[in-house]
């Protein structure tokens, strides 16, 4: 079993930044994937950023060119570092990591972005 622990979320300005981390404990197997998702109140949750087994790094449409996924493979350690921070990326967000056949995620980190 894998614990996911989040932090680095916080208020910020628009066009600053953040940077999350998520840090994985416990079984830790070969990823099969790892990831980013955000959820907004009264929003589904959607999928934000994810890095393949192959190291491949995909993005959402909406924060293609700002954010960027990183994973720390000695720390176990997943980050999203998050550039020209708009209002619309206000949500909080989710850390997500595949593990063999599991699935598991991080409690969630609130990201405010207001002037």
């Known amino acids: 079993q894998v614990q996911l622990v989040e932090s680095g979320g916080g208020l910020v300005q628009p066009g600053g930044s953040l940077r999350l981390s998520c840090k994985a404990s416990?079984?830790?197997?070969?990823?099969?994937?790892v990831g980013w998702y955000r959820q907004a109140p009264g929003k589904e949750r959607e999928w934000v950023a994810s890095i393949s087994n192959g190291a491949r790094t995909s993005y959402a449409d909406s924060v293609k060119g700002r954010f960027a996924i990183s994973i720390d493979n000695a720390e176990n350690t997943l980050y999203l570092q998050m550039n020209s921070l708009k209002p619309d990326d206000t949500a909080v967000y989710y850390c997500?990591?595949?593990?063999?056949?599991?699935?598991?995620w991080g409690q969630g980190t609130q990201v405010t972005v207001s002037s």
């Open positions: 416990g079984s830790i197997f070969s990823f099969r994937s």
């Open positions: 997500n990591w595949k593990t063999g056949p599991y699935e598991y």
